[in-house]
């Protein structure tokens, strides 16, 4: 077998021709002072795939030159950075306009080839994306540009709105809370299928536009955290569907009156000159919060604790975990549970427990209406909770356009297949 051949094997190289390969040295590093030897394969694209509008693939006259040769990195040979170098020139699309014309080898404006973009789309799935952009030998930048690239791409072949019918919709607050997007995540299959800047009434009227009239009827259920700028537009624009709370937001009520009381509890133990219990009280944040199922033996000792030494507090982390109760029981059965929380809350003469029962108490109908029809919630809550993790890491570095395309390479079912390796 001829080299090129070899090569082009290797590389899984379709509708492209090899002209020549070599190795090369280049300079890396700072200061440009490390050298590292690399393997440049010159190529062209086959005849037939030759000069087309990277937008619409028609073939297109010849413009110009563009700017002359240039390269795209593809994926590793052995321990070899492998490099592509090609011409680059431009076509005349009277769509399009003048553009670089399509190459078989790589998506429209990436310096990357296909291959190398949906291994690490494929890899930041998995890990995070430090440790992909070293592994790859590339930067954050870069991989947040293929995410960006490989997310577009894929959601172009299929509709992520097709078919839905139970709906949850949320916002997420990113850049330390001062920016938020709105995620809504389909409860039967748990997946992430619409997300955009911004948290208002309009954003939500976005998403009914992109759904259209006639699916934006089928929907049967919508839930959400009780804010009626989601609330507004899906009443008046999908009026059959009934609208739900989300049972972790009202967990998530609870969970928060647990923590106020906790830090309330820990100030006055200080004030009355307690600081070994104070610091104990304090301590408990997690042991509080987390499900009992999930808490280790010595938090489930340093719960059972707070039983004999601080009732208030033991009384409000009772209400969380009997709220929690609720979701679980649903229907009538549920309903009584609540009723009996509430009462629970208004007696309770815990000031944040008092106001937790007003609130349960506020959006009764929207919590029964969650009961009655028994909206699962697991996968969309695991959905939830990956999303925030991301919204974390997000701080300080993400745009929301990169946000959101690492949010729907994760969760909305768009991960590409390895390269070389579909069924
Ligand atoms: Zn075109």
Redesign the pocket.
């Known amino acids: 077998m001829r080299i090129s051949k070899l090569v082009k094997k290797v590389l899984g190289l379709k509708d492209t021709v090899v002209e020549s390969a070599a190795v090369e040295t280049r300079a890396r590093g700072r200061k440009r002072r490390r050298e590292v030897r690399v393997l440049v394969v010159r190529v062209r694209p086959a005849a037939r795939r030759a000069l087309?509008?990277?937008?619409?693939?028609?073939r297109?006259p010849f413009r110009d030159e563009g700017r002359g040769r240039r390269l795209w990195r593809a994926l590793d040979f052995g321990v070899f950075e492998v490099w592509l170098e090609a011409d680059a020139p431009r076509v005349a699309?009277?769509?399009?306009?003048v553009?670089v014309a399509h190459v078989p080898w790589a998506r429209h404006k990436s310096r990357f080839t296909a291959s190398f973009e949906d291994t690490c789309a494929w890899l930041v799935t998995r890990m995070n994306v430090t440790a992909v952009a070293e592994y790859m030998r590339t930067s954050w930048r870069g991989v947040d540009g293929m995410v960006e690239r490989v997310t577009a791409e894929m959601a172009g072949r299929r509709d992520a709105l097709a078919g839905l019918r139970r709906v949850g919709v949320d916002e997420m607050a990113h850049r330390r809370g001062h920016r938020y997007i709105t995620v809504v995540v389909d409860h039967d299959t748990g997946r992430l299928v619409w997300a955009r800047k911004g948290r208002d009434s309009k954003v939500v009227h976005g998403f009914l536009d992109d759904l259209g009239e006639e699916r934006a009827r089928q929907l049967t259920h919508v839930s959400a955290d009780g804010a009626e700028w989601i609330h507004g537009p899906f009443r008046e624009r999908a009026p059959q569907a009934v609208i739900c709370l989300d049972p972790f937001h009202v967990v998530g009520w609870a969970t928060d009156a647990v923590d106020e009381v906790r830090r309330r509890m820990a100030a006055e133990l200080r004030r009355q000159g307690k600081p070994d219990q104070a610091a104990a009280v304090k301590g408990l944040r997690w042991a509080l919060v987390k499900n009992p199922e999930n808490q280790s033996p010595e938090q489930r000792g340093r719960v059972a604790e707070i039983a004999r030494t601080n009732a208030r507090l033991y009384r409000a982390y009772l209400v969380k975990e009997q709220l929690r109760e609720v979701f679980r029981v649903k229907g009538r059965h549920g309903r009584r549970l609540l009723a009996g929380v509430m009462a629970w809350c208004a007696r309770s003469r815990v000031p944040e427990l008092v106001s937790l029962g007003q609130s349960l108490a506020r959006h009764r109908e929207l919590i029964w209406a969650t009961l009655d029809h028994g909206l699962s919630n697991a996968r969309s809550e695991a959905t939830n909770t990956h999303l925030r993790g991301l919204t974390k890491r997000a701080y300080g570095y993400h745009s929301p356009d990169a946000l959101i395309a690492h949010a729907m390479l994760a969760r909305g079912g768009l991960r590409p297949d390895l390269p070389g390796r579909a069924a």
């Open positions: 087309r509008c990277p937008v619409c693939l028609d297109r699309c009277p769509e399009h306009g553009l």
